[in-house]
């Protein structure tokens, strides 16, 4: 953990896009210079989401690749999931999937000399600090690329915040009336709670703009009590619950909407509450994926200065 928390600590100094430097990298760029120049530098994009295997929700991943590829049509795409218990769950189903590791390995093998990696997460929680693990390991090889980069999660500044809002205005059914909360639920992460920031951050910030929106986190903070807290504070008396979350999954369709008692739809409904369940994944919404395309563009111009 302290590994990763000192990556962490080092990736937020690069703003959008990061480029850590390996030391190895550069000492073994500087013995063949001649090599690299005349190498005309083929680039690639790998996008990495944390996964799914409910067929229904990889339409946001769809999208996003959709809405990735028009931008930037010319760069070879590839795809890496961070899930290892998605991975083998999607193996044993016949669909073979790569982790960040193996997708690199298989690039740098195919001639790729320089790779952009793009995060598909919401915060910058365990799932993204995985990312920069592997990329870090892979920098440190010998046999490494010319460069990686990496774009950050969806919500990693206060412009991401205000584009979300706007994003999520085009979701929000237009009958909802002010009185009506919206409620959000990301994903979270108890054990760190590294990630938990971002929702934190992100309630706060959405609800100087309507005070009736709420984050809430499955596994991390804000949790069910604090918003069933806050809804029953306000006299809530409906909601409109989303995924805070790329694709609407087993948390969605279950832990969120699921007819469970324990589901939060459930759970709320026993207060008193009426809920109206919205299962689209976030990916699925053009304005989100454009979100991440705006991340992966400031990562592709990073791979491409000439400067570290
Ligand atoms: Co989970």
């Given at each position: 953990?302290?590994?990763?928390?000192?990556?962490?600590?080092?990736?937020?100094?690069?703003s959008?896009?990061?480029?850590l430097?390996?030391?190895?990298?550069?000492?073994?760029?500087?013995?063949?210079?001649?090599?690299?120049?005349?190498?005309?530098?083929?680039?690639?994009?790998?996008?990495?989401?944390?996964?799914?295997s409910?067929?229904?929700?990889?339409?946001?991943?769809?999208?996003?690749?959709?809405?990735?590829?028009?931008?930037?049509?010319?760069?070879?795409?590839?795809?890496?999931?961070?899930?290892?218990?998605?991975?083998?769950?999607?193996?044993?189903?016949?669909?073979?999937?790569?982790?960040?590791?193996?997708?690199?390995?298989?690039?740098?093998?195919?001639?790729?000399?320089?790779?952009?990696?793009?995060?598909?997460?919401?915060?910058?929680?365990?799932?993204?600090?995985?990312?920069?693990?592997?990329?870090?390991?892979?920098?440190?090889?010998?046999?490494?690329?010319?460069?990686?980069?990496?774009?950050?999660?969806l919500?990693?500044?206060?412009?991401?915040?205000?584009?979300?809002?706007?994003?999520?205005?085009?979701?929000?059914p237009?009958?909802?009336?002010?009185t009506?909360?919206?409620?959000?639920?990301g994903?979270?992460?108890?054990?760190?709670g590294?990630?938990?920031?971002?929702?934190?951050?992100?309630?706060?910030?959405?609800?100087?703009?309507?005070?009736?929106?709420?984050?809430?986190?499955?596994?991390?903070?804000?949790?069910?009590?604090?918003?069933?807290?806050?809804?029953?504070?306000?006299?809530i008396?409906?909601?409109?619950?989303?995924?805070?979350?790329?694709?609407?999954?087993?948390?969605?369709?279950?832990?969120?909407?699921?007819?469970?008692?324990?589901?939060?739809?459930?759970?709320?409904?026993?207060?008193?509450?009426k809920c109206?369940?919205?299962?689209?994944?976030l990916?699925?919404?053009?304005?989100?994926?454009?979100?991440?395309?705006?991340?992966?563009?400031?990562?592709?111009?990073?791979?491409?200065?000439?400067?570290?």
């Open positions: 953990m302290f590994n990763k928390l000192t990556l962490l600590k080092k990736s937020l100094f690069l959008a896009a990061s480029a430097t390996c030391s190895a990298t550069v000492a073994a760029a500087s013995t063949t210079p001649d090599k690299v120049i005349k190498q005309p530098s083929k680039q690639a994009i790998l996008l990495v989401a944390f996964g799914t409910q067929p229904g929700a990889k339409k946001a991943f769809e999208n996003i690749e959709k809405v990735v590829s028009k931008r930037f049509s010319e760069t070879t795409l590839r795809w890496a999931y961070t899930s290892a218990f998605i991975r083998k769950k999607l193996k044993k189903q016949g669909t073979v999937t790569y982790s960040v590791t193996e997708a690199l390995e298989q690039l740098r093998q195919s001639g790729v000399t320089k790779v952009a990696v793009q995060s598909l997460h919401i915060s910058l929680g365990a799932e993204f600090l995985e990312i920069i693990t592997a990329v870090e390991r892979f920098r440190c090889r010998p046999d490494t690329f010319e460069k990686i980069t990496i774009g950050m999660p919500l990693n500044s206060q412009t991401d915040i205000d584009k979300f809002y706007q994003a999520l205005t085009k979701v929000i237009a009958e909802r009336k002010s009506a909360g919206v409620v959000l639920l994903h979270g992460n108890g054990h760190s590294i990630g938990d920031m971002t929702y934190i951050a992100t309630d706060y910030k959405l609800k100087q703009k309507d005070k009736n929106i709420y984050v809430g986190t499955v596994e991390g903070k804000p949790n069910f009590e604090d918003v069933k807290q806050r809804l029953i504070a306000n006299k008396k409906t909601i409109y619950m989303l995924p805070l979350m790329v694709v609407a999954g087993d948390h969605a369709n279950n832990d969120m909407a699921g007819p469970e008692a324990d589901s939060w739809k459930s759970l709320l409904t026993k207060q008193g509450i109206y369940p919205i299962l689209k994944g990916g699925e919404n053009d304005a989100i994926a454009e979100i991440f395309a705006d991340h992966l563009q400031a990562a592709l111009t990073a791979l491409n200065e000439t400067k570290h």
